[in-house]
């Protein structure tokens, strides 16, 4: 097999040939966004809905479909659709109440120009995220969107299905959009994972001039996601991207999913504001 090959995870066929973890980043990544993802309801197989959009995949070497090593990733909007997380929100006050419903902390408010109130809080999920993650875009009118309410088992019963139907076991994250301190705009982040990395700790390696790192641990599996979301996107029809070249990420096993990557409250320290140990 080729160096690219196995970068990629390129050659690997059907379950029961299980590819050997790559170790070593690829120098180039592709991302790649199919059109024709069908409209998702309460109660639809993922997988199987996905499969036929994914399995059309046509990469620039020629090859198609989703091969080990590649990266599985779906905006958390239609997980949560087929999950049936849609719920009534019929006017404002109703919809705050479903926030409410899904705060666990309130983290700041801001009242905007019209009256309504911005809450930045702590959701269900762990995850600190503008009105809770609680969406009314692109749903029916008089209706409100959560995310899944475990993105992390959602990611697991993706991939299982995935894997059942393509023949090959690729990662898979589930994204939101969210902002971040002191930056402005959004970005997607991972909010549910399986089968990748989410961290790579490189404490105790060591820079150009000999100098051992201290604090470097990268969140793979964010900027894996970012680099989804430049091709994929709500507004053009393509929730879902393939991103491939990640293959060093991408592990047998399920791992411990993207509830890692939320910070703890003891090393949080947009918690307390300026303090003094």
């Known amino acids: 097999m080729s160096a690219p090959e196995q970068e990629h995870g390129l050659g690997h066929g ?15 990544l592709l991302a790649q966004a199919p059109d024709g993802v069908p409209t998702i309801t ?3 197989d993922l997988a199987a809905r996905l499969t036929p959009v994914l399995a059309a995949i046509t990469w620039p070497d020629g090859t198609t479909g989703v091969a080990e090593g590649d990266v599985v990733v779906i905006a958390s909007k ?16 109703e ?75 690729p990662g898979v994250l589930i994204t939101d959009t969210a902002g971040r301190p002191w930056r402005r705009g959004v970005v997607d982040m991972a909010i549910g994972a399986a089968g990748v990395r989410v961290m790579a700790d490189h404490r105790g390696r060591h820079d150009a001039y000999g100098r051992e790192l201290q604090v470097t641990v990268v969140n793979l599996a964010d900027e894996i996601a970012a680099a989804a979301e430049l091709v994929k996107g709500k507004a053009v029809g ?26 703890p409250p003891v090393e949080d320290m947009f918690r307390t504001g300026v303090g003094v140990d």
Do not use: C, F, Y
């Open 14 to 28: 059907p379950a029961g040939h299980e590819p050997a973890e790559a170790t070593t980043p690829s120098a180039m």
């Open 42 to 44: 309460r109660g639809d």
């Open 78 to 93: 239609v997980v949560a659709k087929a999950e049936g997380r849609l719920v009534a929100a019929r006017d404002a006050a």
């Open 95 to 169: 919809r705050d109440r479903v926030i409410e419903g899904e705060t666990v902390r309130v983290v700041a408010t801001r009242e905007r120009p019209d009256g309504s109130v911005l809450r930045i809080v702590e959701n269900r999920q762990g995850l600190v995220m503008a009105a809770a993650g609680v969406d009314s875009s692109d749903v029916p009118a008089g209706t409100a969107l959560l995310l899944p309410e475990d993105p992390d088992a959602s990611a697991r019963r993706l991939r299982r299905g995935l894997h059942a139907r393509l023949g090959v076991r």
């Open 238 to 263: 393509r929730p879902v991207a393939v991103v491939r070249g990640m293959a060093h990420a991408v592990t047998v096993d399920d791992g411990e999913g993207a509830a890692t990557l939320i910070r």
